[in-house]
Structure formats: structure tokens, C-alpha cells
């Protein structure tokens, strides 16, 4: 067949189906950690809660770097989990584009058709330790990420189901699914079946397009917290925030919430901590906000349970604001072709913060063990950086 056939035929899948609704929907968050002085950390490169071993990564699953298994440095920001929905009336082919500008997508599902490459390591590495031996790669320099599928968006009511192996998904995995969004079809990868090692290929059928990432690259919100509780927060870029919310879990007392508002361009606020605890229902203050952003109840819903353990219940002082659309398509430019009659995108920055109590605990446990208890912390690597920062001088742990 000609490659002008191919092309004709690949132009008609695309518009075939042109004057139908087609409407795709988006979230996700980036996570940064702010010292008290609201230096942004980096050492963001590490897991919070593993993938599932069906996800796929740059070189085979990586569950502790994020899909890297090559070291990096100035890694400032985690891109974390941006799932898309696909609603339409009828089966049809869809091509998307996502592009990173400031990192990598690191991790994707189902299997991509195109996107960034990593240079080819410099020789044969045949172990983990070698590996780690190499060069980082430093995000502070830049990064122009990228990933792109040729999916198949089914049509309602299909009789094709979800098929990854069940017995690989992690708790958070099967929460983002919603009702109402159409399944998607995409290239061959693990399947489930009847076989005890699970090792079947086949067509995958999900209920999104997932991926993930880490970056380097400026926020629009500053934190920062003052010896005595004060958080000072400005918003330092050009368009509004919707929606801000201090989030302080410190004590494990199920949470309190200290102040909750939008931040125009350019505008400070200066929050106490004050003690207003939460009742079960202390993801409820997120949930219309995100639905005002673009995204349907379901969605929202799912959004906060995917972030239940790793958001909620882990101890810990984080603020939690809608970033603004402007800044997301920046970041994140994307394509999809045909090009979706209403396209909503609803990212969510989570800013850990560390107060000068717990950056003066962390200094005296550094010096006094190289930061024993808090080594397979997932922010291990930020603390480290802080207090280098702080004056300390460490000896090196490995993390």
C-alpha cells in the first residue's frame, strides 16, 4: 500500500466522525516542596506509591525513581498522575499529543506511540550499582518532554471490557475510573487472563490515558512559614488562581484547615494556623471548587480518592491550589486530533511546606544520624537538600 493510501486512510479515521460532540477531560497535580524561606527543593525524583507493573516507563518498570533508571538532579517538581477521559457518542481514532516543557513523561499507559527518547547510555550497564555511578541528569539545564498515543476511543455501551491483570493494580490505580467515560482501546500490553503468570498480550482497554513525570521549572505560588506559624502565600504569575486550600495534618487528628480563597495575579495573603479540625468529610472543601474548574462530580471524586493516602492521611503541612489554565497548557501543551468539541484540563498544585520547628528537627536528626528515621521517607532527599542548605555537613547516606 502507498504511503499516500496510508495517510488518506489514517485522515479519514481522524474525521470521520467530525460533526459528532467529542469532549475530553483532564486532571492531575504537580507536587512541590517549599522550605520555610519558600526555596523550592529539589530530590522530587522519588516514588510515593508504586505503579502498577503494567505501566510502562523510559527503561522497564522503575518503581522507585519514577520511570528514570538513570540518576538525576534538580528535580524540583513531580508531575503526578494526569489521567484523560474521552466522551463520545461513537467509536472513533484518536491521536494525542502531550509535550513537557521543563521535564519528562516518565511513565504512561497504556503503550505510546511516540514521545521523547533518552540519549543511549554510554556503555552495556549490567547492574544497579554501576548505574548509579553515572552522571545525573540535570533537570536544572531543561527538558522537553513528550508522549503520544494512537488510541481507540470505544463507543458507548461496547462490548469490550477493562483487561489489564487485576492482580497488578495498586489501590489508587482502579479509583481514578469513572462512569459515564468512554473506554479506550490501545496498543498490545498485559492482559488478563486465565494463566497464573499473567503474561498474555493483547489490545489494552482502560477507562483513560494516564501519565506522569518530573520537571524543573518555576511555580506561580510562593510559600512560605515564619517561626511562628504565619504561612505568607503570594501569587507571583500573571493570572489568577481559582482556588487555594491550607491543609495542616501535622498532629494525625484527621486534619485542619486554616484558610481557603482564590489569589488574584499578584496578590499576598498571610494565614494562621489555627485549630479547625476536619469531620469524615474533609476532602468536601476540594470538591465543588474542582467541579467549577471543568471537571464532573465523578471526576472529582475520583481525583481526591486516588490522593487519599499519600494527600490526606499522611502527616504533614501542604497547600493545595488549582493552577491556573493558562499555566497548565503552557507546561503541558497538548494536541488531540480531531480536536475535541470542549477540552476541560484541571491540574492541582500540591506544596508541601516545611516549617522552621521541623527544618530545626530535621538539622539535629541529620547531624546527629544522617537522617535515619526519615530515610525512606518519600521527601528524603528534599530534607537532605534543606539542611546542606541550613549549614549541616552531612555524611552521605544512601537513600
Known sequence: MSGWCVLGMLFTSLTLHAGEPLVVHEWGTFTAVHASDGTLLSGLEREEHRLPNFVRSHAG??????????????????????VLYFYSDTERKVRVDVGFRG????????????????????????????????APVDFAAGFEGSVRWDVTVLAP????????????????????RVSGANLVKGPPGFVETGRADFSATAPVVEGFLFYRGIGSFEIPLHVSVTADGTLRLRNS????????????????????????????A??????????????????????EPLKAAGLTEAEARAMLATWQESYFDAP?????????????????PIKITPAPDKLERVLVGRSEVLTPAFEKELAEGFRADGGERWVSDRYFLAYRERVRQLGVVLREKTP
Open 237 to 264: 504569575g500573571e493570572a489568577d488562581i481559582p482556588f487555594v486550600w491550607i491543609y495542616d495534618n501535622r498532629e494525625r487528628v484527621g486534619g485542619r484547615y486554616v484558610w481557603e480563597g482564590g489569589l488574584a
Open 316 to 332: 504533614g503541612l501542604r497547600v493545595f491550589w488549582i493552577v491556573p489554565r493558562e499555566f497548565t497548557d503552557r507546561i503541558l
Open 103 to 134: 521535564g519528562s513523561i516518565s511513565q504512561w499507559y497504556p503503550e505510546r506511540a511516540g514521545g521523547e527518547e533518552l540519549s543511549p547510555l554510554p556503555a552495556p550497564v549490567t547492574d544497579i550499582v554501576q548505574l548509579r555511578t553515572m
Open 157 to 176: 455501551g461496547t462490548a469490550e471490557v477493562i483487561n489489564n491483570p487485576r492482580a497488578w493494580e495498586t489501590p489508587q490505580w482502579p479509583r481514578a
Open 61 to 82: 518498570f522503575s518503581p522507585a525513581d519514577k520511570g528514570w533508571s538513570r540518576p538525576v538532579k534538580n528535580v524540583t517538581i513531580k508531575m503526578e498522575t494526569p
Open 266 to 287: 499578584g496578590e499576598s495573603i498571610v494565614a494562621g494556623l489555627a485549630k479547625v479540625h476536619f469531620g469524615p468529610e474533609r476532602t468536601k472543601a476540594l470538591l
